[in-house]
């Protein structure tokens, strides 16, 4: 079941506090309003009581779809910065709900998942267009990595992300998006083919093996150096 609580949140431009609907966890097979309003941008966005500015709180929830084959720790952008930490919580969390410490019901269920870790909205709603789309994460990040060697002019963004942003049977959309806020800065298409070659390629095993080690499947790895923990 999706969970949630109703909680005072305050607006970043005038500091009013609105009360939200905070979800703690998603449950897509179940309520699958709430996954098209990740897709589409509303979930938990709210326009200010006081000043009108709409605004939405990092995420901070697990998102099951067991149809899609998925189950997705998704975190705030700030955890980013220790996101090797992150991985053994979200290990954990998984481990409890449909893993090895779960009942034998939820285990069934968990067999058939992919256990993933994110950070930022955009992230959560890329994996989960992804697994609509049938395709391979691992190989999308794969993509992002050849596209990043590839593609002239096409460098790291500071304060943006290479997110896929749309998907159909011939062409892949991908897209610069800001971290904050997902807006889309530069968006440019390659071929579906693409991802099919990086995904089954022996040119390109060693690179997925790299990316696919733990619940973390994202190229940020790669760049960001995991801040220590305090304490």
Known sequence: MSMFSTLPVACPNCGTENEMDIFQSV???RRPDLKAAILDGRF????????ATEFRPDPDFNYLDSAA???????PIAALGQWD??????ADDFALAYGDRAGEAAREIGRNLK??????WPAIREKILIADAGLDDVAIETVKLVILQTRSGNILQEGAELRLIDADDARLTFAWVSIGGGETLQSFAAQRELHDAVRDGEDWAETRTGLSGDLFVDIQRNF???????G
Request: with cysteine.
């Open 27 to 29: 449950n897509a097979d």
């Open 44 to 51: 938990q966005t709210k326009p200010c009581t006081s000043c």
């Open 69 to 75: 084959g998925i189950w997705v720790s998704a975190r």
């Open 85 to 90: 930490a992150e991985i053994a919580k979200a």
């Open 115 to 120: 256990a993933r870790l994110t950070f930022g």
């Open 224 to 230: 960001i150096v995991p801040e220590p923990v305090a």
